[in-house]
């Protein structure tokens, strides 16, 4: 298995390097506006690198209305003298961030006072992603920990890994939940800095009721020129399916150029698992820490839900990613908005609670006296006594998943791997 992935991994990585040089010297091309000079076709390979950036960001890139034209912005005359070719691409891709302006806050969408972007990130394609590192030293509490307290049942997860690494305890613990017929769920967040987006959708459709069944759960929103199907600089790009296959559509190779990204191709539905059918209230416990798939899984209970926030103001992060090869480096650029079934996905700046919290550095997670958790009690007015240890129920599992955190100072990206191809969109039927 890991011959095979190793064999597929090195296949992409030559495939898509030539793909960049391809792009670098015929593919980055479009009709010129009147006004408007296009990248040379002669130049270094640090400079078709720099120019190709710029010309990807100009169609894919999230906020691609705001970026200048490029004889405007000028990628080779800005960057191709700073040293090390990394830092260069590292300079334009921050700079390339800030010209969106949330009207809301006056800072441009990706400010942050670090000198890299909030959401967007380059990779080389040697290295393991960086935003999810995992770090001996960052350990928090780890274990998922469940707590039956009356008609509340307290989940605490630390992160959401890969499904089908967790799928088997989710569906344990959610039959015993079941049994319990909780009409309040509170999903403990606070250190959950987000991960795999099937993993947190599956974590909805155990606690949603089947009313929800078809019903929108939440939408990815890419720019115009994506969605009108106008990116043509994504034919350089071979797609790729969930398992990392080629594909063939026509008797050609399929590109990315080939994706649905119109709304209706990219809407998810909620499709219940499990038995648990009485929740009415969700809380969740938030901090600055909680992140990505975590505050989608937030936003997406919010149209159907009475749930709340206790604690912190989240981190602020409604965008994911999909990569792009450029030569060396994998380029992820803010590529859509997470939108819940009411539209809503204004939470750049964080989702603030409903009721703020002052938590505490090492807290005794899933306690009733933890001060999180007991001022969710206090709203439901179930205020209660702590439990002993033996009325606790604790689900730990002995793999690293749970045994370590993510990096402490980072996010976990939201990257999307199930982008379908235009001929494979399928709509449910919508009760």
């Given at each position: ?336 908005l997470l939108k819940n079934a009411a539209g809503w996905f204004d939470y750049f700046d964080g989702m603030e609670p409903n009721i703020a919290v002052d938590l505490s550095i090492s807290p005794n997670l899933g306690d009733p006296e933890e001060v999180g958790l007991k001022n969710i009690l206090q709203d439901l007015e179930r205020n209660k006594t702590s439990l002993s240890a033996t009325n606790r129920k604790k689900y730990t599992r002995g793999s690293q998943h749970y045994n370590k955190t993510w990096n402490s100072d980072k ?21």
């Amino acid at each position: 298995m890991n011959t095979t992935i190793n064999n597929i991994f090195q296949t992409t990585t030559r495939h898509c390097l030539t793909i960049a040089i391809v792009i670098l010297f015929f593919g980055c091309k479009k009709e010129p506006k009147e006004d408007e000079i296009t990248s040379p076709i002669t130049g270094s390979r640090t400079e078709f690198t720099l120019d190709s950036l710029y010309l990807y960001a100009q169609e894919i890139y999230l906020w691609n209305d705001a970026l200048p034209s490029y004889s405007a912005f000028a990628p080779r005359e800005k960057y191709a003298h700073i040293a090390t070719e990394i830092n260069a691409v590292n300079n334009e891709l921050f700079d390339l961030s800030q010209f969106k302006i949330n009207e809301k806050t006056k800072l441009p969408y990706e400010y942050r006072e670090l000198l890299n972007p909030k959401y967007s990130y380059i990779e080389t394609n040697y290295k393991q992603n960086a935003k999810a590192t995992l770090s001996a030293s960052a350990v928090q509490n780890s274990g998922i920990i469940v707590n039956h307290i009356d008609n509340v049942t307290y989940l605490y997860l630390p992160s959401f890994p890969q499904l089908n690494t967790l799928r088997n305890d989710l569906d344990n613990i959610f039959i015993d939940i079941a049994k319990q017929k909780p009409s309040t769920m509170v999903i403990d967040l606070r250190y959950n800095r987000g991960g795999y987006i099937e993993t947190a959708e599956y974590l909805a459709n155990l606690i949603a009721s089947s009313k929800l069944n078809g019903k929108i759960m939440y939408v990815e929103s890419f720019n115009s020129t994506l969605s009108a199907g106008k990116a043509k600089i994504l034919k350089h790009q071979p797609y790729l399916d969930i398992n990392g296959n080629y594909v063939k559509i026509n008797g050609r190779q399929a590109t990315m150029a080939d994706i649905d990204f119109s709304e209706k191709g990219n809407t998810y539905y909620f499709d219940k698992k499990g038995q648990l059918e009485s929740v009415e209230n969700i809380y969740f416990i938030t901090s600055g820490l909680t992140a990505s798939a975590s505050e989608l899984l937030i936003s997406l209970f919010k149209p159907y839900y009475n749930a709340k926030l206790f604690g912190q103001k989240t981190f602020g992060k409604p965008v994911g990613f999909f990569p792009i090869e450029i030569d060396k480096y994998s380029i992820y650029l803010s590529s859509f908005l997470l939108k819940n079934a009411a539209g809503w996905f204004d939470y750049f700046d964080g989702m603030e609670p409903n009721i703020a919290v002052d938590l505490s550095i090492s807290p005794n997670l899933g306690d009733p006296e933890e001060v999180g958790l007991k001022n969710i009690l206090q709203d439901l007015e179930r205020n209660k006594t702590s439990l002993s240890a033996t009325n606790r129920k604790k689900y730990t599992r002995g793999s690293q998943h749970y045994n370590k955190t993510w990096n402490s100072d980072k996010e976990i990206p939201l990257i999307e791997k199930r982008l379908k191809l235009t001929l494979d969109i399928k709509t449910p039927n919508i009760q």
